[in-house]
């Protein structure tokens, strides 16, 4: 099945500083979502992007479905960033339709 | 409702019962998943559930795992003669269920096996 890769794994950042986010896969995807799990565990939808790029606030992705990488930028980050942030693609043998998570980056913003 | 529901929001049992866990997922959404996320770890694919259509029960880690889907809607996932490494949250999340449609997750089930 298809490999999601995650980097970094953990990152520390002070509070206003910027950081990217780099999600690897290993097949084509037709789908590929950003999410930020709270601390309270709730998984929240940032981004749908299995191609180009958006803004959203603070928060900006690019994918790049060609070489098989997806980019989540966070500027002026706050201390409400912390958490984990997974990448998901679709796994094309289901017809991109099954979900296939990252390991996910874990970050904290200290004040 | 308004977004996906997840009942109860914590469980605690003792080893060897059977617990169900339910999802009600967005009106509408025909695509239907479940997952598992055991402490600090990533997300496990459980089952997957698109319309009439057959569900892709690969992610089932043993037989005492079961789901279904009643309606096109709500499911129900059953754990028999529950084990201590059953302890996780268990997520539900629902989509419109075209291969570009995004995926919303509900707040979870934490399950505790004592």
């Known amino acids: 099945g298809i490999q999601v890769e995650q980097s970094p794994p953990d990152l520390i950042l002070q509070e206003g500083a910027n950081s990217t986010l780099r999600c690897n896969f290993s097949?084509?995807?037709?789908?590929l979502q950003w999410f930020h799990q709270n601390p309270w565990g709730q998984l929240i939808n940032l981004f749908y992007?299995?191609?180009g790029t958006k803004q959203n606030g603070r928060l900006s992705a690019t994918t790049v479905a060609t070489e098989r990488y997806s980019l989540l930028y966070i500027s002026s980050s706050q201390t409400t960033d912390s958490g984990v942030y997974f990448c998901a693609v679709g796994e094309r043998r289901t017809g991109f339709q099954k979900l296939v998570f990252g390991t996910g980056t874990r970050l904290l913003v200290s004040p | 409702g308004a977004g996906v529901s997840q009942s109860p929001s914590n469980k605690v049992t003792e080893k060897g019962k059977d617990v169900e866990l339910r999802c009600d997922p967005i009106?509408?959404?025909?695509?239907l998943y479940w997952y598992r996320q055991s402490l600090g770890q990533g997300l496990e694919f459980l089952i997957y559930?698109?319309?009439?259509?057959?569900?892709?029960k690969s992610g089932l880690p043993s037989d005492r795992f079961s789901a279904e889907r009643t309606g096109g809607s709500v499911s129900t996932l059953t754990i028999q003669r529950t084990q201590q490494e059953d302890s996780a949250v268990y997520l539900c999340?629902?989509?419109?269920?075209?291969?570009?449609?995004?995926?919303?997750f509900g707040q979870g089930t934490r399950l505790t096996v004592v």
């Open positions: 009106s509408g959404h025909t695509a």
């Open positions: 992007i299995p191609s």
């Open positions: 559930f698109q319309g009439n259509s057959a569900p892709d």
């Open positions: 097949d084509s995807v037709n789908n």
């Open positions: 999340a629902s989509s419109l269920g075209s291969a570009y449609t995004e995926a919303f």
